[in-house]
Structure formats: C-alpha cells, structure tokens
C-alpha cells in the first residue's frame, strides 16, 4: 500500500502556484459566499512521501451538493470537475524521507448555484480531500 498524501485544501478569492511548491493566495479561507459566487480559486498544498516521488499521482477535483451528489450546471448540464496529474521528483541534499511539496491552483468562475451547503472535493490518488462552504 503506497504512503499516504498529507493536504490542505483551502478555498480564496484567487491563488496561483508557484513551481517552487508555494501557493500565492488572496483572500484565503472563506466558507460563506453568495449567488452567483464570485470568481474564486482551489488551493491544493499537498505533501507528497518520499517514496512515492517520481510517480504521477493523479488528481480529480469535483463540486457536489450536500448529499454528495455532482452539481451539473448550464445547457447540456455538465458536471464540474477537473482532472490533474502531480509528479515531483526528489531534490538533490534532501534528506531521505522529507515529505515533498506539490501544489496546485484551479481558477472557478462564478457560478449560479442555489443556496445551501457545497463542498469541492479533491481525489488525490486514493485519497479524498475537501473544502466545503455555504451559499445564502
């Protein structure tokens, strides 16, 4: 069974990551917005093992409603998601068994979502995260 993956995942106005492993972010950590939300963004920090370096990893991000279910929006309906892979090779003077930064910045714009309780999830390998807010 491969090492777990640690992340945060953070919900900001706008972020953009940095190839250094940094996430540059602007109004970071709300969790109440309204309709249709404003542009806003999906920080990932994640901390990768050390020995899963130099694996693509995998990375599914989807917004579902409070029963966990998809949201579909627009015409057709299509379902909000993105898909990603990380991969970060292990630097040179590292010690062995640091766990290793990769980060990723998704941009959402906004959204016309009725009110009531949202989470975007992110799958990470075999791993779920998420970020979950309210809309009044």
Request: charged share 15%; net charge negative; with cysteine.
């Amino acid at each position: 069974m491969a090492s777990p993956i640690e992340a945060q995942f953070i919900l900001c106005d706008a972020a953009q990551a940095d190839p250094s492993g940094k996430v540059h972010m602007l109004g970071a950590g709300w969790s109440v917005t309204s309709s249709p939300t404003p542009p806003h963004a999906l920080a990932l920090l994640l901390r990768i093992p050390w020995d899963r370096a130099n694996q693509k990893i995998h990375v599914r991000t989807v917004l579902e409603d409070a029963d966990g279910h998809p949201v579909a929006l627009g015409e057709p309906p299509q379902e909000l998601r993105q898909n990603a892979e990380v991969e970060v090779g292990r630097p040179a003077g590292v010690s062995p068994g640091t766990p290793l930064p990769a980060t990723l910045a998704i941009s959402v714009p906004p959204l016309p979502l009725r009110p009531g309780r949202y989470q975007w999830r992110a799958e990470v390998g075999e791993q779920s995260f998420h970020a979950s807010f309210q809309v009044t």
